[in-house]
């Protein structure tokens, strides 16, 4: 008899492979020295000092590996889809979240064809209509890829009702050749914001609610570096081994995302500092 968990790993695996389709067709994801390259992206990443060290690391990925029992706290979560998917690609996590004891729900935007202003717009009336109807409890946001952009925009502009934003290998640092925000990106923040300064990139700038940005050494199509945030008090790093494709049905991306949504606002701890001293 297949298991509630085993089924959703399978329904992942089925909606990934027309992506996985995709990237093999396009080249993207056709380097036979992933391995190598990997491992130096990891040395890489783990002596940056926004991150923590491979020990830290390594340790990390033993620990979340397995799944925690503890039973979440009822708090509102929204999972918002990367470029080109849904709320129906993102269900494997949005059914696990909702198991683990949250009421979680897609974004409810359709799909996600990029820097559309009506649907950063759909996804504040949604975070609105759900902290006035909910007695004012504050929403976590769970965003993959492009989708991270729009939880980080909308945390920055509504801090006073999100308590803690999780992306998965978003890309809020690219940059044109003049340094300043990519285009894409650029649109997503000018939705939610009118300040944008034209020197510098304020989506590289650190949220005022606990943050956390899951990157990859072997993403292959997001590169770590325009993923990683400036770790503080209320933001950090946490590194797996993943590709981009299958980093939203992965077990452990999951194990993480339930550990951090525990975290309080008021008492939020880092992994590192909870598991790397």
């Known amino acids: 008899m297949v298991d509630k968990?085993?089924?959703?790993?399978?329904?992942?695996?089925?909606?990934?492979?027309?992506?996985?389709?995709?990237?093999?067709?396009?080249?993207?994801?056709g380097n036979i020295y992933l391995n190598d390259r990997a491992d130096k992206e990891l040395i890489k990443i783990?002596?940056?000092?926004?991150?923590?060290?491979?020990?830290?690391?390594?340790?990390?990925?033993?620990?979340?590996?397995?799944?925690s029992q503890v039973i979440g706290d009822d708090h509102d979560v929204i999972i918002?889809?990367?470029?080109?998917?849904?709320?129906?690609?993102?269900?494997?996590?949005?059914?696990?979240?909702?198991?683990?004891?949250?009421?979680?729900?897609?974004?409810?935007?359709?799909?996600?064809?990029?820097?559309?202003?009506?649907?950063?717009?759909?996804?504040?009336?949604?975070?609105?209509?759900?902290?006035?109807?909910?007695?004012?409890?504050?929403?976590?946001?769970?965003?993959?890829?492009?989708?991270?952009i729009?939880?980080?925009?909308?945390?920055?502009?509504?801090?006073?009702?999100?308590?803690?934003?999780?992306?998965?290998?978003?890309?809020?640092?690219?940059?044109?050749?003049?340094?300043n925000p990519d285009h894409r990106v650029k649109r997503i923040y000018d939705s939610y914001n009118t300040n944008l300064n034209k020197v510098s990139n304020p989506l590289k700038e650190s949220l005022l609610t606990p943050s956390s940005a899951i990157i990859s050494n072997s993403d292959l199509i997001v590169n770590w570096k325009v993923a990683i945030q400036k770790?503080?008090?209320?933001?950090?790093?946490?590194?797996?081994?993943?590709?981009h494709i299958s980093l939203p049905f992965s077990e452990i991306t999951l194990n993480i995302i339930l550990e951090r949504l525990r975290q309080k606002s008021d008492n939020w701890q880092s992994i590192k500092s909870k598991n790397c001293i």
């Open 80 to 148: 918002i889809p990367g470029f080109a998917t849904n709320d129906k690609y993102m269900s494997y996590l949005t059914d696990a979240i909702i198991d683990a004891g949250y009421k979680a729900s897609g974004w409810d935007a359709g799909f996600n064809t990029g820097d559309t202003e009506n649907k950063a717009k759909l996804l504040e009336a949604k975070i609105i209509d759900i902290y006035s109807n909910n007695g004012n409890k504050k929403i976590s946001l769970v965003g993959y890829s492009l989708g991270g």
């Open 46 to 67: 783990a002596a940056h000092e926004d991150t923590p060290d491979l020990e830290c690391i390594a340790d990390n990925l033993e620990l979340f590996k397995q799944e």
């Open 5 to 29: 968990k085993e089924k959703k790993s399978n329904k992942g695996r089925s909606l990934a492979v027309p992506f996985l389709a995709a990237i093999a067709l396009s080249g993207i994801g």
């Open 231 to 243: 770790s503080n008090d209320i933001s950090e790093n946490i590194v797996l081994d993943k590709g």
């Open 150 to 179: 729009y939880a980080r925009e909308v945390a920055r502009k509504h801090q006073d009702k999100i308590r803690n934003v999780i992306t998965l290998s978003s890309p809020f640092g690219m940059e044109d050749q003049n340094g």
